[in-house]
């Protein structure tokens, strides 16, 4: 009879022959491009120049290269990699405000160009802040980056003069500073806002306000110009006080339009500087009892994905965050590598997408802002 711990016979048979084979089986060596080499009967250059995409290779060579990779799993060292190129193959990418959707969408498709060309991305999110700014520029000097995006909208002069004295390679938003290898990427923000503005005007609506972003920064002033443009070239007044300046923000938003909700002749739209302005909007409208469209039309800018799932979805300028990162990651590897294809240099175009937050100005609204004397009823409220 078996007593209390015995194993049985077949159990501990298998179970020995298991022990020792966890015991006594060995991690699996790393293999290096030198084994790569020798396993396809090629050189160290020519391994190198297979898996970089540099240069020309017979296709007989680069085939047997490629199914040694695979069989040793071979991943190259990036380490190796820079010291035999002299680049670090790391391009920085640096962003304001991470919390606007916005900037992921644009993160996410620079990071795929750069990974399927054969770069990594260093990220920082800098907010408005010198610390935090010259931080990361520290970082980026320390790394090596090849080159550096700032897509920041106005906030970057601080960081393009510390990195242009190091001739880092350089593309940003908007207008670019006089130093040498610096690339802007350029925006119409003519076309779209022009059309936003011809919009509203087609539904009836003369008084439109606008609110902008941080008038210090560079797109900022000009969606505002963009907007006076599209006002002058309908023919309708500019109010100035029905210009707010804004910054960018949810609550900015909320603190503009409970400014023009307090005006005595209140606007029938209004346009925003971008989507999270907007957003605000419609927030501070609800909480006084309104709503868009019926008591205000809303138009905001970017067309940032959750736009079109608001209540009502967001009419606004569509700028692509993919185009933008194209021409950003197309401009920047031309500067890096001079052979490498570069994307038009053309701006980056906008226009507007109709949703629900516009329509026709109600009568009564309409008999205020042609200034009639008729006896009108109270807007209704939700």
């Not at 396809?40 to 990779?69: H, L, P, Q, Y």
């Not at 802007?184 to 972003?213: C, M, P, T, W």
């Amino acid at each position: 009879m078996p007593v209390a711990g015995d194993v049985d016979e077949p159990a501990a048979s298998i179970l020995v022959p298991m022990q020792k084979r966890v015991r006594t089986e060995k991690p699996r060596a790393r293999m290096d491009i030198r084994d790569v080499a020798r396993r396809a009967g090629v050189s160290i250059s020519t391994v190198s120049r297979v898996t970089n995409g540099k240069g020309t290779v017979n296709r007989e060579m680069a085939d047997r290269v490629w199914r040694a990779v695979r069989e040793f799993n071979y991943q190259p060292d990036p380490q190796a990699r820079a010291l035999v190129s002299g680049r670090s193959h790391i391009i920085g990418l640096m962003v304001t405000e991470i919390t606007n959707p916005f900037f992921p969408e644009l993160i996410q498709r620079f990071e795929q160009l750069a990974v399927e060309s054969g770069y990594e991305v260093l990220l920082a999110s800098t907010p408005n802040d010198a610390a935090s700014i010259a931080m990361s520029v520290r970082r980026m000097l320390q790394r090596k980056v090849d080159g550096v995006a700032v897509m920041m909208f106005g906030r970057e002069a601080p960081i393009l003069e510390e990195l242009a004295t190091h001739a880092v390679p350089l593309v940003v938003m908007d207008g670019a500073p006089a130093f040498p290898k610096i690339d802007a990427v350029r925006v119409n923000y003519d076309e779209g806002i022009r059309q936003a503005v011809a919009h509203l005007v087609d539904l009836g609506h003369q008084a439109i306000a606008f609110v902008s972003g941080p008038l210090e920064q560079t797109s900022a002033r000009f969606r505002r110009d963009a907007f006076e443009k599209g006002m002058r070239g309908c023919h309708l007044k500019l109010r100035s006080d029905l210009m707010i300046e804004g910054d960018h923000t949810l609550e900015g938003g909320m603190a503009a339009m409970a400014r023009l909700l307090d005006k005595a002749n209140p606007p029938t739209a209004v346009v925003c500087s971008n989507d999270l302005t907007a957003i605000g909007v419609l927030h501070c409208l609800f909480e006084a009892g309104k709503q868009a469209p019926a008591n205000l039309s809303v138009i905001g800018f970017d067309d940032v994905h959750i736009a079109q799932f608001m209540l009502p979805p967001l009419t606004t300028v569509r700028m692509s965050c993919a185009d933008i990162a194209q021409v950003a990651f197309s401009t920047l590897r031309h500067r890096i590598e001079p052979g490498s294809s570069r994307h038009a240099t053309r701006p980056v175009e906008t226009r507007l997408i109709v949703r629900q937050s516009t329509a026709a100005p109600s009568a009564e609204r309409l008999e205020i802002t042609r200034g009639r004397t008729a006896k009108i009823r109270p807007l209704q409220k939700l």
